[in-house]
């Protein structure tokens, strides 16, 4: 059943959505997503007992995380009932931003398949207006609040607001297309401070997400600072850098299959390297159930993925899950 739906959303995406503008494309899938009550439908879930996994200490149903892009209520609740262990919000700022003017986002076609490439620039609704909407949303899964600042204090101020919210906290020092949050990324030994502070600043267990752009500097020097903070958990990771004049800003990142190589290769790499001391979201390129199978076998604790609910639709988190439970 989820094979022949997963074939029909891929003939609707490829046919229909793929040849609509961007913009249009993406309200009429928030319209869906907000309106429809996709969430009743347990045809999008898998519930097995075998394939629940801690992250933090914290327990999730499976090992699949919506990873950051949506902060609507609305469409985090429904997501929350489409399969995910997991549910990741929008990197959230202290103000509220509008984020980069349009175009913000285009779709890439690669031989490796569909994938977006985005200058969003955390358009989000601020700290204040995003705790009000948090205290109605109901946890079916567990949710995991990303923030995102310019200073220490930005990430300490997120934390001690949205913490008490959240299940698990993620902190953003690697979106490639504002400055503010990429450029952590470049300064490792200012990064200490930040990540002593946000340690202090909540008893949550806490996610620090790296950037695919910068291996060295996170296996040198930003995982170990993060060990030594008493932070365990990673998320490898965020878009990559790229050009593209399609864009408003004439940069962006890049998501979807064509990044899975370097995920794998991030993953392989920080597990040698750091044994079972650290838990390791892997996220980037996930688009099939072989992939997120491949990224579980080579030690990810949990794989994290949102191009692929774009591109593949929301029944591949059961595909994934399905054939998971197969290997059981
Ligand atoms: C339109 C868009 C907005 C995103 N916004 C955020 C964000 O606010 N915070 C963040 O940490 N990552 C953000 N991401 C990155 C994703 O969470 C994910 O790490 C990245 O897309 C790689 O995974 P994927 O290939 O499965 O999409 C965004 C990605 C896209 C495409």
Redesign the pocket.
Known sequence: MSRVIGALYRLLYDGILCRLPEPTAVALGQTALRLLPWDRLSVFRLDDRRLAVTLGGVRLPNPLIL???Y?DPRILRRAMGLGFGAV????ITVDPRPGHPAP??ARVRTAAGP????C?G?Q?PGLERFRATLARLPHRVPLIV?V?GESVSDYVTLVTALGPAADLV?F?I??PNTRLVYEWSKKPRELVALLRAVRAATNKPLIV?LSPDFADANEFEIIPAALEAGIRIV?Y???RSVEDRRLSQGSG?????E??PV?LENLRRTRARFGRELEIIA?????SPEKARRLLREGATAV???????TRGPILAREILESLRADR
């Not at 990741?88 to 990197?91: E, G, L, Q, R």
């Not at 994938?115 to 985005?118: A, E, T």
């Not at 994290?304 to 774009?310: E, K, L």
């Open positions: 990873a950051a892009m902060y990741t919000t929008k990197s913000n986002l994938g977006l490439v985005n969003n955390f989000n990303s995102a993620e953003n690697s979106s997400k998320n990771g965020n878009t990142g890049l998501s979807g299959p990044i899975f995920t996220t980037g390129g996930v688009d994290g993925y949102f191009t692929g609910f774009i």
